[in-house]
């Protein structure tokens, strides 16, 4: 495990725009090893594109994200090397089978481990079908096949943009433990999801609040 | 254990190769297409000799504009294309890539297949090689083009249609010295210049394309 303790995530006055449009009122958090936030809105609260712009996906925002105090732009390589992020598209190849697409995912990071990859499909009660091509597969077990790399890849921050959806009770179980683990080695977690999860140690909320941008907007042109 | 950049390729030719579709479907389209001109236009062999480079540059052109969606489209949609820039592979190394994949996978193929298409149009020796080598040389050109539009249309409902206006424009250059290289060899003269500006055009489109296609995409993805 490449674990440095001293790693920090600091937000500060974030907001995404859509249409030049604020979707929430600005957020700041920070984070250091071993703390997990879960970030919580209504649909289309802006959630996804929040996690989007603190991958350096998109650039639609204003605000700092820093990393060890840097800009992210500017520490691009030291935090990727750092960062997992699962998005509510997975990433994975439907024609190459599992170990293929997990092991692509390890040879981007310089690395190359089978026996990890078959332990996390282990673990994730996949491993008897592991040849199998990713687009034969069920969408929990797609589900699961994209978060065995929290275990092929191990890096400190994780951001999971809802990880239980179409998993099953087990796999959610498997999922909380995993998480556990991960923040009592020194890990970040930041997930998004619309259920309340009481698995994970000392998850702390983020709620995005919608802007009153319509009332202001309308005042503003005189229409209300 | 190798570089991503070559993983990267590997990867894209695995996946092509194991979706028969966008990997016959542009060969057989020049096939069929070619081979539909002698039933249609003229068997008489003097005339067939005379239209062939057109004919053939055509075709070859417009298969590999067939060929650019299977690269990309479904990567973007999968959010492969965002896990590969999260794991720090720059774009211009994932344009290089996909165009070298592509190029493997449909140019190829194309390049091989041109001689007896050349046959097929009775065209002579000394102009089958020059369209061989004309096409060696402008296939990849037109594939990292075809990347650039690619990169600027992923995303946009009816991306196909976008693609081909802002391509065809770009492509047409390498039409015309690609065909006239071939025409000059069939009645006896000298093509070499035709075939220096397509090496031409090919290196400034290794230098450019990659970046100007990392630069589309950063776009579409944000």
């Not at chain 1, 691009?76 to 293929?100: N, R, T």
């Not at chain 1, 890096?155 to 009592?184: F, T």
Request: glycine residues 8%; proline residues 4%; contains cysteine.
């Amino acid at each position: 495990m490449q674990q440095k303790p001293d790693n920090r995530l600091k937000i500060e006055n974030l907001t995404v725009f859509r249409s030049e449009l604020p979707l929430f009122e600005p957020v700041s958090f920070s984070m250091k090893a071993g703390e997990a936030i879960q970030i919580k809105g209504t649909n289309g609260s802006g959630k996804t594109s929040l996690l989007r712009c603190l991958c350096g996906l998109s650039h639609r925002h204003q605000g700092l994200i820093r990393w060890n105090d840097a800009n992210i732009d500017d520490v691009k390589d030291d935090f990727y090397a750092h960062l997992l992020y699962i998005g509510h598209a997975l990433g994975l190849k439907p024609k190459l089978s599992i170990e293929q697409n997990l092991d692509f995912y390890q040879q981007l990071r310089f690395t190359q481990d089978q026996a990890i990859i078959l332990q996390a499909l282990e673990q994730l009660k996949i491993g008897a079908y592991h040849d199998e091509l990713v687009g034969n597969l069920s969408a929990g077990q797609k589900r699961r096949v994209a978060l065995a790399r929290i275990i092929s890849e191990p890096v400190s921050l994780w951001v999971l943009d809802e990880p239980m959806v179409a998993l099953d009770v087990e796999g959610q179980a498997w999922l909380e433990r995993a998480c556990n683990q991960h923040l009592a080695d020194g890990g970040m977690i930041i997930l998004t999801s619309h259920q309340t999860i009481e698995g994970i140690n000392g998850l702390t909320e983020l709620r995005l609040n919608e802007t009153n941008w319509k009332e202001t907007y309308l005042m503003d042109e005189g229409l209300a | 254990m190798s570089s991503p950049l070559w993983s990267l390729v590997k990867r894209e030719i695995s996946v092509v190769l194991r979706s028969q579709s966008e990997f016959v479907y542009p060969l057989a389209f020049f096939i069929i297409v070619t081979s539909l001109f002698p039933l249609a236009v003229t068997p008489d062999p003097v005339q067939l000799a005379f239209l062939a480079p057109g004919i053939i540059w055509v075709a070859a052109l417009l298969s590999i504009l067939l060929s650019l969606n299977g690269f990309y489209q479904a990567d973007y949609e999968e959010g492969g294309l965002e896990q590969l820039l999260l794991a720090g592979v720059p774009g211009s190394s994932i344009v290089i890539a996909k165009s070298a994949a592509n190029w493997l996978v449909t140019g190829l193929p194309l390049v091989m297949i041109a001689p007896l298409i050349g046959v097929l149009f009775n065209i002579d020796m000394q102009a089958n090689w020059v369209a061989m080598l004309s096409l060696l040389l402008g296939t990849p050109t037109l594939c990292l083009i075809g990347s650039i539009g690619m990169c600027l249309t992923l995303g946009l409902r009816n991306g196909g249609v976008l693609l081909t206006l802002l391509v065809l424009p770009l492509f047409i250059p390498v039409l015309i010295f690609g065909a006239s290289a071939v025409q000059a060899a069939s009645i006896g003269l000298d093509y070499s210049g035709q075939l220096a500006i397509l090496g031409a055009l090919l290196i400034l489109s290794i230098i450019l394309a990659p970046h100007a296609g990392a630069a589309a995409m950063k776009i579409s993805i944000d």
